[in-house]
């Protein structure tokens, strides 16, 4: 980016459109962070703050850093606030009529150089570009959770992409202190077309009886390095977010080899949604307290 400062604005205040909004404060950019939802907002605004105190107490940000991020990070409920935004970056639920929409109305609301930039994990940049009349300015910008922390952005291409867009995100995550890699847009991306038919293959595991849950995780834990077991990053990304990203692997590349193991739809069905429902493979409500009767 260049040397002036400029404004990011981020769409949606959940947990990855905060980490979003966090990191571009914490990089020296003017932030607006917009959810439609005031209170949601509220707690964003609240974890972004307690973050940066942590990072301060740690040493790992100086305390006037920690008070500029904070000063330059404002919070709204009126999309209007983006009009002099230079990138907006989209992080609200995965669905793509409520994606098109908002990008249709940024569009009509943004200055005609702004980038439209989706965190989508799934959904094709192409055809969210179709929503606008700035195809070459809309791309992929797929932060890993939670994204202060993850090291990496997913930069994803659309058919229309342009090579200055491409180049002027890769260098606005690298001002985030990530490291790139670029995909082409096609299901699943990089990460996910690989990530989510493993997790399926630990659902697979574990309904065909195969093994326990806690086996099947400690095993590529301590197999394979990974920092969760399969089964336990699923409850952490959500089960729902998982069987969404199956269902559009199995029906953008027509193979079956993708179809979701039904024990991850009865799952879902059951309301099982991992830790943000503190349930899903695993439980993460806390015990009740026995009383002990003497
Ligand atoms: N936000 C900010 N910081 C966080 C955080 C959060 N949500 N969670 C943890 N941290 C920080 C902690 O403060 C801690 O920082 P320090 O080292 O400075 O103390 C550090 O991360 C490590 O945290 P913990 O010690 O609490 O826990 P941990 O060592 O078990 O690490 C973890 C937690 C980083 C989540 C780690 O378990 C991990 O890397 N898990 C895998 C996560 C992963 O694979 N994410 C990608 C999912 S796929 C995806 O996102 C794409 C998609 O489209 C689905």
């Known amino acids: 980016m260049g040397e002036t400062r400029e404004t990011i604005g981020v769409i949606g ?16 950019f003017d932030v607006w962070l917009h959810d439609s939802d005031s209170g949601a907002l509220q707690r964003a605004s609240e974890g972004i703050g307690a973050a940066l105190r942590k990072l301060v107490s740690k040493g790992k940000l100086s305390e006037l850093a920690g008070t500029d991020a904070l000063n330059r990070l404002r919070c709204t ?23 098109k929409k908002l990008f249709s109305d940024l569009d009509k609301l943004v200055k005609p150089s702004a980038i439209l930039a989706s965190n989508t994990s799934s959904i094709s940049i192409t055809r969210l570009a179709s929503a606008t009349r700035r195809p070459a300015q809309v791309i992929g910008m797929h932060f890993m959770n939670p994204p202060p922390v993850m090291k990496l952005i997913e930069i994803v291409r659309g058919a229309d992409t342009s090579e200055a867009v491409f180049s002027k995100i890769k260098a606005l995550a690298e001002r985030f202190g990530k490291t790139v890699i670029c995909s082409n847009d096609y299901p699943g991306f990089i990460v996910n077309r690989i990530l989510m038919p493993m997790i399926n293959e630990a659902f697979h595991a574990l309904y065909t009886g195969v093994a326990t849950k806690e086996d099947i995780d400690t095993g590529m834990k301590l197999g394979t390095n990974h920092p969760m077991g399969p089964l ?31 024990l991850l739809v009865q799952y879902v069905d059951a309301g099982r949604l991992g830790r943000k429902k503190g349930i899903g493979v695993y439980s993460y409500k806390k015990e009740p307290v026995k009383m002990l009767i003497s």
């Open 13 to 28: 205040s959940g947990q990855m459109g905060s980490g979003i909004a966090q990191l571009a404060a914490i990089s020296g």
């Open 77 to 99: 409920s009126d999309l209007e606030d983006f009009r002099h935004a230079d990138v907006i970056i989209e992080a609200i639920i995965e669905s793509e009529d409520v994606k």
């Open 232 to 262: 336990e990053l699923a409850d952490f990304i959500g089960l729902d977010v998982c069987l969404s990203i199956m269902k559009v692997l199995h029906h953008g590349l027509g193979d079956s080899r993708y179809s979701p193991c039904p």
